[in-house]
């Protein structure tokens, strides 16, 4: 990536700004100064940026996704088409076509139509068609043309747009920003350059300033794809290598392989030996196991009855204790009874014998 010099710039025309009054308040921070009332970019803050976006663009090219340039104003039709078709990337220089990101799928179909017409004409049935149906397939696929043929090859969304003059181009903002693709753009001194993820403060009306930018943003992503080709050649060189050294290493190893199939047939009766000791040990185990169940399955009512036993004498032993204690209990209570009314019965003999007296 070449050095970008402030000098380069400044003879370019990049510093100019809009008029003192149109101006952004957001752009204050890339303002150096007021010139006749004009306002004059900082030129080291742009060459900042520059170098910031071309790092990013030039990643966003080498992974293969596809940069979108759109640049619709009259100065920077011709420089944007010719600078961005040196690098293979789809561009609009023509209307946004609305719904160009957020509806895709439509603008794919009229892609699409215009592919139909080139195959129409390529296999003779355009020739079957009447004049005048002819001269409209022709009217269509002009503009269809026109204002589509530069993304014929933009297959799904791009990986980022490049924008000149976010003003005129708000739609396309908008539409990015719904998406969350990146924005990067040159954003001139009445701009909001809140709207952009890659800000470029620089003066998108002048020619000679969007072809100095243009230039330098299409380098960076032209070495992007210089690196994404080299990859993809050391990459295709290494599976060829691979393919050569496979069977080499294959013969190499064959005597190796054939003398550890010996080895390898005797840890595996090793192995077979081992495993019939285990289970031979396992049903060992399993038969104790099984006698001792048994055992305890026999001794288990045994042991019940017994406990059942127990209590039952117990109970038993108890009976004739407790009759006797209450037998205790009762017999001074019957005494008492018996003895009252004897002493009543004794004083009313006495009573009667008084009165017969």
């Excluded at 139509?113 to 004409?121: F, G, H, L």
């Excluded at 390529?122 to 204002?147: C, H, I, P, W, Y």
């Excluded at 009759?323 to 002493?343: D, G, L, Q, R």
């Amino acid at each position: 990536m070449s050095k970008i010099e402030v000098k380069d710039l400044l003879d370019a025309g990049v510093h100019f700004g809009h008029l003192t009054r149109k101006w952004n308040p957001n752009m204050a921070p890339y303002i150096y100064m007021e010139r006749n009332g004009i306002h004059i970019i900082n030129l080291y803050k742009s060459v900042a940026k520059i170098e910031e976006a071309n790092e990013a663009l030039s990643k966003i090219a080498a992974s293969g996704r596809k940069i979108l340039f759109v640049a619709t104003k009259k100065q920077a039709k011709d420089i944007v088409s010719e600078k961005v078709a040196n690098v293979n990337m789809p561009y609009i220089t023509e209307r946004w076509p609305g719904g160009m990101l957020t509806n895709f799928v439509t603008i794919r179909k009229a892609v699409k139509k215009m592919a139909a017409i080139d195959k129409m004409k390529a296999d003779g049935t355009f020739n079957t068609l009447s004049k005048k149906e002819k001269l409209q397939v022709d009217r269509l696929r002009a503009k269809l043309e026109k204002n589509l043929g530069s993304i014929s090859d933009m297959t799904r969304l791009p990986g980022a747009l490049f924008i000149v003059d976010i003003r005129r181009e708000h739609i396309a903002v908008k539409e990015a920003q719904k998406l969350n693709i990146p924005i990067f753009a040159m954003v001139d001194t009445n701009a909001d350059p809140r709207d952009v993820d890659y800000v470029i403060p620089a003066n998108d009306d002048a020619s000679k300033s969007i072809e100095k930018i243009m230039t330098l943003v299409t380098e960076a992503v032209a070495e992007g794809l210089k690196e994404r080709h080299k990859d993809k050649a050391d990459a295709d060189a290494a599976a060829t290598e691979g393919e050569v050294v496979v069977p080499t290493i294959a013969k190499e190893a064959a005597p190796a392989v054939e003398e550890a199939k010996p080895a390898k047939k005797k840890t595996k009766a090793a192995k077979k030996e081992v495993v019939e000791e285990v289970a031979a040990l396992e049903e060992a185990v399993e038969e104790v196991t099984a006698e001792e169940v048994i055992e305890e399955a026999k001794a288990a009512p045994v042991e019940a009855a017994a406990k059942a036993e127990k209590p039952a004498k117990a109970k038993k032993a108890d009976k004739p204790a407790k009759a006797k204690k209450a037998v205790e209990a009762a017999a001074p209570a019957e005494v008492v009874e018996t003895e009252e009314p004897a002493e009543d019965a004794v004083e009313d003999t006495d009573e009667e014998t008084k009165e017969e007296k």
